[in-house]
Each structure stands twice: as C-alpha cells, then as structure tokens.
C-alpha cells in the first residue's frame, strides 16, 4: 500500500503563494495518477490538479492558471504551487494516489491533509 504526507500548508495573504508537498512510500512502484483535492467547510470534495507518471496534467476549472502541479518521479514526491491565492482557496488540501495493477486501478490512497487559509 502506498502512504502519502502533505506539508506546506497554513495562512497566506490574499495574493500570495504557497507550495505544497506531497511525499509518497511504500508501494509507490504502483502508483499512476497522483493529485491534489480540496475540501471547504460546507462544500463537497473538488478535484484541484492531478498528473499521470507521464506528466500528464489537468486541473480544476476554478484554478485558472494560478497553480501548478508537478511530480518527481525518483523522490517519489509531488507539488502544487498555488499562486494568485484567494479567500475561496481557503480549504484542506488532500493528496491522493492512484494504485494500478498493470492497467488495471486498484484503489486511491488519500493523505491526511492540510489545511490552507488565505485571509488578511
């Protein structure tokens, strides 16, 4: 099974940056897609960004090139570079990877999140 840290949350300006960090062990020689979610009080679960072994990306349509995601393969370790921050950016921020068997999804391992809040 694969266990997943994030680091590099907590409180930012309106219009500033964080970076956060996603590090992967265990069975990480299975792992495929990894990403970013987001959860705010009161609201469901919505995807931020996410990236394939291949580099692949995709992001969520609210994040309108502000962030950025990125995986190196070899630390086992994946980013998100949030720019442009805004009071509804506010959230837990949740890393997650996909398990594949072959081509086949196993299951998605979750981190414990971290907390993001951007206000004055």
């Known amino acids: 099974q694969v266990q997943l840290v994030e680091s590099g949350g907590g409180l930012v300006q309106p219009g500033g940056s964080l970076r956060l960090s996603c590090a992967a062990s265990?069975?990480?020689?299975?792992?495929?897609?990894m990403g970013w979610y987001r959860q705010a009080p009161g609201k469901q679960r919505e995807l931020v960004a996410r990236?394939?072994?291949?580099?692949?990306?995709a992001y969520g349509d609210f994040v309108k090139g502000r962030f950025t995601i990125a995986r190196v393969n070899a630390k086992n370790t994946m980013y998100l570079q949030m720019n442009s921050l805004t009071a509804d950016d506010t959230a837990v921020y949740y890393c997650?990877?996909?398990?594949?068997?072959?081509?086949?999804?196993?299951?998605?391992?979750w981190g414990q999140g971290t907390q993001v809040t951007v206000s004055s």
């Open positions: 997650y990877a996909d398990d594949y068997s072959g081509s086949t999804y196993v299951r998605t391992n």
């Open positions: 265990g069975s990480v020689f299975s792992i495929n897609v």
């Open positions: 990236i394939t072994s291949r580099g692949i990306t």
